[in-house]
């Protein structure tokens, strides 16, 4: 590596591969090696990688402890990005989610709601807040407004259990299609934080998720919050895209 | 809405409603309607509505002024997620990206590297880390690591005015095929920060990618840090995945 660059811009390049070794489970007795194998490895001062492992531990990915040495602090969970699922149906190698409903009710959606559900002024949605943890903790807080024929029947489900998903296609009587999705990364506000357990200010992954039916209504309208160090989001691209080569 | 749920909880809500509404250009005058307004609008108190906006500027997204009022103060630009595709060219209609090179250099790398680009042990790579922007504004730091035989003539090309894809695709002779990506949110370290002009601790959207050509060979392998206030990610996802219906 180019020891004529700054330390830090050589740290952050040395905590980048290191992350991605960690995510793709290189070190799965959850012990790094030591800072001068790691040194030896990188081809760069142990300086260098002592400040690569501060990086990664603001970030929440590992531990660093006199005479323990360095461990892996939190698994990351990859979030399926190929296809549409819901949360338990991508995580079920991982471990158990559950859900926390924080409220549900059925209300008179602001415009902006029924707008996108295509539903006419006035027609009511069910609304739905879940706290959804894996494994006992938490992940993820969802904001959810379901248009009401196929949301009314969630009042008697077992939402604690199930993801909205499956629910959902259990009632329509048809799978779900297609889902148009914008990602963002946004600091967790105050109250938010205190929600999810983690400090004000923490990263986090926000999905915004309109779900339509096989038949192609929009039924399911969602508000996600992710803690950025609990989970990742993977998936792959294609370069011809499936709009200028459709499957017929 | 419910109003015996904590006003922070409503406010939340609120504040994604808002936000998505900004990010779908309902405001193209960069104006939004006054506090009274949108009280009605969702059905809420003026100090509910307060707090939602002040959620949306902790975020950067608005900005408040007496007299002036509520505006919009940052366009978040879409990143296409439906299709493998450079920076430039996702963003073309939003104005003009430019890169400025930090370092490029042939370096021996790191084992990690060379195992994700398939190279036997020793074999250089080529490093180029740049500064993106969009219209002049820092948008994102991208660290590149590039198989030798694609990655050397871009030591001739005109990196500040293109998008790498496109280069590796004339220097190949072969269009790119599929990129494996993991997406993140990460908080911005002290040094990050100062690159991206960008508060300590700023949210950012992290990606790692690996791409591969046409023919299948991992030639690029990247971790993006983009501004969180600057970029999302927007595409569409099918329930019924392609592995599981392939096409022909």
Known sequence: MDER?????????????LRGEIMHGRFRTGRLPLESALAREYGTSRNTVRQALDLLREEGLIDRCPRVGTTVAAEKYPHGLHRLLGLAETLHEHGEVTNKVRTMGLIEPPPAVGHRLGLPPGEP????ERLRSLNG???S??????????????FDADLERNDVFVLLEEIA????????????AVNADAHTAAVLDVPRGAA????????HLSDGRPVDL????FRGDRLTMRGHLRRDSEEEHPCP
């Open 5 to 17: 660059r700054s330390r830090a811009d050589r740290a952050r390049q040395i905590a980048d591969l």
């Open 125 to 128: 949605v069910v609304y739905l």
């Open 137 to 139: 903790l938490p992940l």
């Open 141 to 154: 807080l969802d904001l959810t407004y379901l248009v009401r024929d196929v949301g009314e029947p969630l």
């Open 173 to 184: 009587g048809r799978p779900l299609g297609t889902a148009e999705l914008t990602l963002e």
């Open 204 to 211: 986090l992954l926000m999905v915004e998720r309109l779900t």
């Open 222 to 225: 969602e508000f996600i919050r």
